[in-house]
């Protein structure tokens, strides 16, 4: 007979890990993260310098950009390599590649939990094209992030006349994931988590390469009633610890919200947004979906887009999908982005970039940190840090159509509506329209080739994307266009049918 799952502490599951691991982290933000397993892990090599020359590798950003998730794991000398999809919620890991202390990769979210199950299965890695002309592209920096990273993780090759990259497997030694339940010979579920994420691949990636797996849990349950409950099977799991729920939040915003995972029967109903260039940028961005769409929204200026349609009673028309795997509901904010409030369904992270990469998208609203002449746009590089893309790529190269939400100025921009004409009352400092983006992480003329539709929002501005690069379409009431909008910009934009942005969009 199988023996039951060995039930040790944190302390004794990570003095399991052996020095030059690849460890593999689950987790979305602060939902699904080992929290108490990081812990321990930092302790340890504080404690005893052991284990060292770990290589981390992670799908999604976990941290609360300050000290919790993979914040605790950032000590050169315990860490070689990082290999992750978001970087800005972990800045002491972000800082350690900065400093050119560890090598230090940044590729697509979508791609590395995909990647996850190639390695499981030991196939050669996964053939797509998400990245290409981006800075991911080899031929762009392979998603090297400092001198000191050498080894090319991704290369491009041409197929039956077509452009693909690769991204190189790699053997996995270590899982560290979490769960709510455990029964005694390991089976996991995960009745009290908001996301599914990637808990299922890490596991069997790390158990098919004669490593271990140490899952972090709420309780142990001496049965799992419904056999299909279990997102990972027992034999899977090396060791099991229960946490204390201080270092088990369901998220890193909240200790538990039951609207996360309690389905479609209920109603969350955020509270009004004060009016602001957000609430502006929001009510343009929400003209652009479609009854019957199913959109994706980027995390801080387009989660407006799901308040203002809620404001509106347009939130029933449309279907509100994140990475991270909830569909329909309200995207939560803040550190418990990544959840939903009483999503219709939540599947695994993999699986939703799947319907992501082939096209299942018919929106998706992004933010953008810069914009340049031809279309591209970074959000991964900027202001003496490295954020990191996440699913950034996958999902703004796959989506139909894509608006990109951003304030036409970065630093302190102010404004206000006057006599329904919108009047610039504070400047901000720094353009966000220059004539070349510090990284690209959407690249303009490919989606132009794929013949995607793109609009970039503005407080004051609606440009389009076409084949001679950014045109201005639209104009705020009130604004001039010399003095408010090229005098703003590193370059003029092209001009034609030039119209006013709709009035309802200032409406206090």
């Not at 419904?226 to 099991?240: A, N, Q, W, Y």
């Amino acid at each position: 007979m199988r023996a039951a799952a060995r039930i040790v502490s944190a302390a004794e599951a990570v003095a399991a890990i052996p020095s030059g691991a690849t460890v593999a982290v689950g987790g979305f933000v602060g939902a699904g993260h080992p929290e108490a397993l990081t812990i321990a892990l930092e302790q340890r090599y504080l404690q005893t310098q052991t284990p060292r020359d770990l290589t981390l590798v992670y799908g999604a950003g976990q941290g609360d950009r300050a000290d919790r998730g993979l914040n605790h794991i950032a000590h050169a000398g315990l860490l070689k390599r990082a290999v992750g999809g978001h970087w800005n919620l972990a800045p002491k890991l972000g800082n350690l590649a900065l400093a050119n202390q560890i090598e230090a990769y940044n590729l697509p979210q979508g791609v590395l939990c995909a990647l996850f199950r190639e390695i499981a299965a030991r196939r050669p890695g996964i053939f797509t094209k998400v990245g290409l002309n981006t800075f991911v592209d080899p031929r762009n920096g392979g998603g090297r992030l400092n001198p000191r990273t050498i080894e090319p993780l991704v290369e491009c090759l041409t197929l039956d006349g077509e452009e693909w990259l690769r991204y190189r497997a790699f053997p996995i030694t270590v899982g560290l994931i979490r769960a709510t339940s455990a029964d005694r010979k390991g089976n996991l579920t995960l009745e009290r988590e908001g996301v599914i994420a990637d808990v299922l691949p890490i596991a069997q990636a790390a158990r098919n390469h004669n490593g271990i797996v140490i899952a972090q849990v709420e309780q142990i349950v001496d049965q799992i009633a419904d056999p299909k409950s279990v997102r990972v099977p027992g034999t899977l799991v090396d060791f099991l610890v229960v946490a204390e729920p201080a270092q088990h939040p369901q998220t890193f915003g909240d200790q538990f919200n039951g609207a996360f995972c309690a389905g479609a029967n209920g109603r969350f109903a955020p509270s009004p947004l004060p009016f602001s260039e957000r609430k502006i940028i929001g009510r343009r961005a929400l003209m652009e979906i479609q009854s019957g769409d199913i959109v994706n929204l980027g995390i801080g200026l387009p989660e407006t887009v799901a308040a203002v349609a809620i404001e509106m009673g347009r939130f029933d028309e449309f279907t509100l999908t994140v990475e991270s795997g909830p569909t329909g509901g309200v995207p939560a904010s803040g550190l418990s982005f990544g959840c939903s409030h009483f999503p219709e369904a939540i599947i695994d992270q993999a699986a939703q970039f799947d319907f992501y990469d082939g096209g299942g998208l018919d929106v998706a609203v992004l933010g953008a940190v810069e914009v340049d002449t031809e279309g591209s746009v970074n959000v991964s590089l900027f202001a003496g840090r490295f954020a990191g893309v996440g699913g950034f790529v996958n999902i703004a190269q796959a989506a139909k159509r894509v608006v990109f939400c951003c304030t036409f100025r970065a630093g302190d921009l102010e404004v206000a509506v006057d006599n329904a004409a919108l009047r610039i009352t504070r400047e901000g400092r720094h353009a966000k329209f220059v004539k070349r983006v510090q990284q690209v992480c959407f690249h303009g003329p490919s989606a132009v080739e794929r013949g995607q539709q793109v609009l970039f929002v503005t407080e004051r501005a609606v440009f389009e994307l076409t084949r001679d690069g950014l045109e201005l379409r639209e104009i705020a009431p009130g604004i001039d266009v010399a003095r408010d909008i090229l005098h703003g910009m590193d370059f003029a934009p092209a001009r034609s049918q030039l119209r006013v942005m709709p009035a309802k969009c200032f409406a206090p």
